[in-house]
């Protein structure tokens, strides 16, 4: 029998943040987020803090002694983020860890021990958690943390659109509230999650500081908004995951005025084909059972046409590889796409006129929904060897879709 996990989200994180936002009385933030894990790698971690000020921040792992942590003030806010990247750890192995903090020689924080588990691509098995959709809505993510149990996932993915049009009103508070409730509830000092944006995360006043949160390798958190790269790739057991930036959610048609900048977007999109013809070039999936495409906009999206440009510039190097499974966001309402079966969408042509386009998705697609509490999902991913499995489960604990596939 598996036991219930423990609820991270403090009862004060379940109202949504519109409400806490609006009203001043709302319990603050605390000075302090994390620790919490990022950028796992065979024999690598990275561990990182959040703190209100600066001042110094030690990192001690397995109690051999206290190294420095390097920080720096995100500009424009109170936050200062600290990352300390771990290397040379043994494969499967368990890390105790914990962080101080100090100001002017006082300590103002001490973690708890906290442990993680070595990344190891040869893991028999692996689990994880996909978020998408969560539009800042806590009460969602808690409804659907009330269905996650402590044995569900080695990691977390965040599938986009996680918080809405990041604001930097009152120092980002909405940012800094949503990732405070994530942090507590994925078990991210003890389970690392991925990040993939949605369109939604480029839109704000504080999108090119959203860098600042994350560690994510070819992403350089100073660099210019138009110029911060977030793909990235992991071999984590039996997976090799492939989490692609999918852009805005414009297309082909939208108008190259538009605030949604088609060209720019088109280009960036662009941008990400020399990396994933590197993927597949060097078979970096090794000898991974299952791959797994993430990406916010779906490839093939029976309910909108604004996967056209992303699935143009991909598939041709997509085709050339094997794909296993495709997981997405963004329609708020969750379907399965299967694979090697027509479908048609109502479109408008490049005269405006009404047309009918017939689609064929080489891969299976399951998109999830949000970010309501009607409409939100979290899937529950598994695999070894022999079989992948996900369950889409709604935030009332019910199974909408099952995924089940063997090797
Ligand atoms: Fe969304």
């Known amino acids: 029998m598996t036991m219930k996990r423990r609820h991270f989200l403090r009862i004060a994180t379940l109202a949504p943040v519109a409400a806490a936002a609006a009203n001043p009385a709302a319990e603050p933030l605390p000075p302090v987020i994390g620790p919490y894990l990022q950028h796992p790698s065979p024999g690598v971690m990275t561990v990182m803090l959040l703190t209100k000020g600066d001042g110094e921040v030690a990192l001690e792992v397995n109690r051999g002694g206290e190294r420095t942590v390097e920080g720096t003030a995100i500009p424009g806010c109170e936050w200062t983020v600290w990352k300390s990247r771990i290397e040379g750890l043994r494969p499967g192995a368990e890390v105790d860890y914990r962080v101080r903090w100090k100001q002017d020689g006082a300590e103002r924080f001490a973690s708890p021990v906290h442990r993680f588990r070595v990344p190891d691509a040869t893991a028999e098995t692996s689990r994880f958690l996909v978020f998408n959709d969560v539009h800042d809505h806590l009460e969602t993510l808690a409804a659907l943390l009330e269905h996650v149990d402590d044995g569900d996932h080695d990691f977390t993915c965040l599938l986009g659109d996680i918080w809405n049009d990041p604001s930097p009103r009152n120092g980002a508070e909405v940012v800094f509230r ?85 060209e720019f977007w088109q280009g960036y999109r662009k941008r990400q084909v020399p990396w994933l013809e590197k993927l597949v070039g060097e078979k970096a999936a090794g000898d991974a059972p299952w791959t797994v495409f993430l990406g916010h906009i779906p490839l093939f999206d029976p309910a909108s046409w604004h996967s056209d440009p992303s699935r143009e510039f991909w598939r041709p190097v997509l085709t050339r590889t094997r794909i296993d499974l495709m997981l997405a966001g963004h329609d708020h309402s969750w379907k399965f796409v299967p694979e090697n079966k027509p479908f048609e969408l109502k479109k408008t042509d490049a005269e405006g006129n009404p047309t009918v386009e017939s689609f064929t998705p080489e891969w299976p697609i399951l998109i999830g929904g949000g970010p309501s509490i009607r409409e939100g999902t979290v899937m529950k991913v598994k695999a070894d060897r022999r079989g992948l499995s996900v369950d889409l489960v709604h935030t009332s604990g019910k199974v909408l879709h099952e995924v089940r596939m063997k090797a």
């Open 178 to 262: 949503t990732l405070d409730a994530l942090v507590r509830g994925l078990d991210a000092a003890s389970k690392p999650f991925f990040y993939i944006r949605g369109n939604h995360e480029l839109r704000g006043g504080f999108k090119d500081r959203l860098a600042w949160l994350f560690d994510i390798p070819a992403l350089d958190p100073a660099a210019k908004f138009d110029e911060q790269n977030w793909w990235h790739s992991h071999r984590i057991g039996p997976f090799f995951l492939i989490a692609t930036d999918t852009g805005e959610d414009d297309g082909f048609h939208t108008p190259k005025d538009s605030y949604k900048r088609p």
